[in-house]
């Protein structure tokens, strides 16, 4: 997903913010409204991210994004590197929690996304 879908996505499921009423009272586009209104930049703040998060409100929902969490955070190829230095199963769990204390406001609002069946998958570019 584009960095402004995300944001748009998380904020109508946050927030109850609407993109398409909003950009008929503005006449803008969707980058244009973003950039000059109150929208939270979801994907740069955790401090924003974390407000997004206090929505997630049963346990079976937290569990399941904490699971979606690590999936997104254990991508990350430094991620996968640091783990793989240690040796044995506790070890790496250490870290594999670590990487999760850790974790972007980018990796959050993936994981966000996909907690609230959101995410929507880049279409991969073709090559010739």
Known sequence: MKP????????EACIGFNLEAEK??????????LLH??????????NAMHEAELMIECNFERSKYIRALKLVVLAAPANQEMINRFDGAAAR????????????????????????????????????
């Open 4 to 11: 402004e879908a995300q944001r748009i996505a998380i904020a």
């Open 24 to 33: 008929k009272k503005w006449q803008t586009n969707d980058i244009d409204f």
């Open 37 to 46: 209104h109150d929208v939270p930049d979801y994907l740069n703040d955790l």
């Open 93 to 128: 769990d250490s870290m594999e929690l670590i990487a999760l204390f850790y974790a972007t406001a980018a990796q959050r609002s993936e994981a966000f996304l996909r907690t609230i069946g959101k995410w929507q998958e880049q279409p991969q570019e073709q090559t010739a």
